[in-house]
C-alpha cells in the first residue's frame, strides 16, 4: 500500500480523497516576524487558521498540499498545532524559494563557491523527507523550487539540488513558474537535464495564461500543469481560467491538470485589507464555491473534475516509490 507522509503522519494514498494541489497555511517572512512581534498575533492567527480550514473541509476538501518552503517561513511546528484541530490532511514540502539568488548562507558552501564541497541544500532536502522537518518526525513528501522572469545562477543551483534530491528520495516536484515568462519550460529543460522524468513534475501557476499553446507544449512534454490560482483574477479573470481548463478538458487533457488557489489563511505580503480589496475571491472555498459549478456549465464532466481532484493528486504522489535513499 502506497502512503504519503503528512503533517499527522503517513497516510494511504486511497485515502487523501479531494485535494487542492497548492495552498499554504501561512506565508510569511519569520525574520520580520520574530523581530517586529507587534506585527503578528499568533493566537488570532492560530485560531483564524484553524475556522478557515474547517470551513475548508465542510466544502467537501480532504487534503491540501502546502508547498511553503525556505523563503516563504515554513514553520512546521505551527502548522502541527493547527492541523491537531482540524480534520485535514496537509501534506508539507521541502525545497527552497527564490526568483534570483541563494540565500548568503550558501552562497560560500556547495560546488563553485570559494569553500566548494557536495551541495548543502540537497543533504538538507534529502532530511526533511526520510528523518523530518525541523527536528520533528513531520516528513516532506515533495520538493518545491521557483523559476520567475530567467534561469538564475542561483535558481539554477536550486532546481539541480531538488532534482538532485528527487533522485535519491522519489518525491515529486512542484515548480512556480510565471506563463507570461514561459519558464515552465525552462524549469523543464533544466530538470530533464537532470535525469527528471518530467511526469513527476507539476509545473505550477500554469492556470495564469490562456495561451492555448504555450499549455499545450508544457502538457506534451510530460508535466502536470498547475492550474492552482483561481481567485487571483488580477493576474488572469476568473472566466477565463474556467474557460481555459475546459478546452483542454475537452481535448482530454484532464489527467494532466492539477486544482487549486495558491490561497493561505494569512499572507504578510500584502496587507489583509489591500489584499481583501483587490482580490476578494482569492481565499480557499471559491474553488468549491464558484469554479467547479461554473466548470459543470462550462461542459466538464464529473469525470473530469474527479481526475483533476482526486485521481491525479493519487498518481502524483505514488509514482517512484522505488527512488532510492
Same mark, same amino acid.
Given at each position: ?134 527536528? *520533528? ?168 473534475? *474527479? ?19
Amino acid at each position: 500500500m502506497v502512503k504519503v507522509e503528512t503533517v499527522r503522519g503517513p497516510v494511504a494514498v486511497e485515502e487523501l480523497g479531494t485535494v487542492l494541489m497548492h495552498e499554504h497555511v501561512f506565508v510569511l517572512n519569520e525574520e520580520i516576524r520574530r523581530n517586529y512581534p507587534d506585527l503578528w498575533d499568533e493566537e488570532l492567527r492560530i485560531a483564524d487558521a484553524i475556522e478557515r480550514l474547517t470551513e475548508l473541509k465542510h466544502r467537501g476538501v480532504d487534503t491540501i498540499v502546502d508547498p511553503t518552503v525556505l523563503g516563504l517561513g515554513r514553520d512546521i511546528e505551527r502548522v502541527a498545532r493547527i492541523n491537531a484541530e482540524v480534520d485535514i490532511n496537509i501534506v508539507a514540502a521541502t525545497g527552497l524559494y527564490t526568483y534570483n539568488d541563494v540565500p548568503f548562507f550558501f552562497r560560500l558552501r556547495g560546488p563553485g563557491t570559494m569553500l566548494g564541497g557536495d551541495e548543502p541544500m540537497v543533504e538538507m532536502f534529502v532530511r526533511d523527507i526520510t528523518e523530518g522537518i525541523a527536528g *520533528t518526525s513531520i516528513k516532506a513528501a515533495f520538493l518545491k523550487c521557483a523559476i520567475e522572469e530567467q534561469l538564475t545562477e542561483g535558481v539554477e543551483r536550486v532546481l539541480m539540488a531538488v532534482a538532485r534530491a528527487h533522485h535519491r528520495t522519489g518525491a515529486p516536484i512542484t515548480v512556480h513558474t510565471s506563463p507570461s515568462h514561459r519558464t515552465g519550460l525552462v524549469a523543464q529543460d533544466v530538470l530533464q537535464r537532470e535525469g527528471v522524468s518530467l511526469d513527476r513534475v507539476v509545473i505550477g501557476h500554469s492556470g495564469d495564461t490562456a495561451d492555448i499553446d504555450y499549455l499545450h507544449e508544457v502538457i506534451h512534454r510530460g508535466s502536470y500543469v498547475g492550474m492552482d490560482r483561481f481567485g487571483l483574477d488580477i493576474l488572469l479573470p476568473g472566466d477565463q481560467r474556467i474557460a481555459t481548463v475546459a478546452k483542454l478538458a475537452a481535448e482530454g487533457l484532464a489527467e494532466r491538470m492539477v486544482l487549486a488557489q495558491d490561497a493561505s489563511c494569512h499572507i504578510d505580503w500584502i496587507p489583509t485589507d489591500v489584499r481583501e480589496q483587490v482580490a476578494p475571491n482569492w481565499h480557499y472555498n471559491h474553488i468549491h464555491d464558484v469554479v467547479l459549478p461554473a466548470l459543470r456549465e462550462a461542459g466538464v464532466s464529473e469525470q473530469e473534475l *474527479t481526475t483533476m481532484l482526486v485521481e491525479n493528486p493519487r498518481r502524483y504522489f505514488s509514482a517512484g516509490k522505488e527512488g532510492r535513499l
